[in-house]
């Protein structure tokens, strides 16, 4: 059998200037330029590298690439028994994570919606504006649910950090694997700023976690970023990278002593290209295709089409769609799937470094 060097010494090999002419004669007088990606901040992408173009900096294995794989549900307080069907059923379908958005009644209502549920086995998070009216009545019941100690999950209460804070001192005893600091970004053409802002408010939080009590190496596992997954697959696998790689400078610069990534949430969004449900089938796969290769702690792909008549098909395809990313591509096997691509390389290390340097521009000196 021929080794792997004697086969590639079978196919011709170019250098960079014969693949530009070939580029330019496919261009048919256009400039080359027309095909360099623009980002913000003057950042260029150029839609090919060589490996001499390239510097690569592999993630390290932190853990291994599976990710949960998540389902929202929501409560109006009068759907208790409804939502605990749906769930139960989700959860024979392969969900791992549930989404709990609380929109009105009483806390009570847990021990029915989450009835027959194990909760060692899955992770919760809680959100929505009447859990964030009483979260300590509402963590406190689920406390009291069977197995809920042993279970792990987190919780939304928006911008009020100070207030997550408190009611993590106060669950800490009873849920202790919940985390309580929670940050959103959308992934789009402003991602390198939308990233700086992002660094600037988890080092806010971090200050306040640690003024709370908690060691550097104890703060850093309470964050839940949720990110909002683009229609752009290219860019969407390497704002993920990107992030990872800044967050290891914010553990850095905290002096932790054993790195831990956060708990990264990612969600499809609605294709910018059609709002047909079948487009958007296959966009919320590529979606999930690009936060799998990324790396996440969790995956949400949003049902497209929540209509009576076609919720329950909607919903089940969009579990299924991470069935078949884990079961017939094995990504979740693989640690960090694109690293030695020189192209996602180049655009990780560029949005990487411009989104760095605008947050240090944005911290006062000390």
Sequence with gaps: M???KELLAEFETLNTSEWMKKIEKFLKGRPFSEIVLQLEDAVKIKPFYRKEDTTAVAL?????NDWMISEPFHFDGT???VLNKLILKSLEGGVESVT????????KALSTILKGVYLQMIDIHLCGTAFEKAPTEWLNELAALPEAKAGKGSFDLGVDLSKSISVLQNISGILPNYTAVNQHIKIGK???SDLALLLKHIASAFDALIAAGLTADKAQEQFRITFTVSDDYFLSIAALRAFKRIWLAVLEAYNVEK???PKIHAVSSQSEASAEPYWNMISNTTQALSAAIAGVYSIEVIPTDTSA??????RRIARNVQQLLKLESHIDHIIDPSAGSYYIENYTTAIAAKSWEQFLAKVPSK
Excluded: M, Q, R
């Design 2 to 4: 021929n080794s792997a």
């Design 309 to 314: 008549a076609s919720a329950e098909f909607s």
């Design 190 to 192: 402003s991602v390198i």
């Design 259 to 261: 790195a831990k990534w």
């Design 100 to 107: 709990l958005c609380i929109e009105d009644g009483s806390p």
């Design 79 to 81: 759907n208790a028994e």
């Design 60 to 64: 390290p294995a932190l853990n291994s």
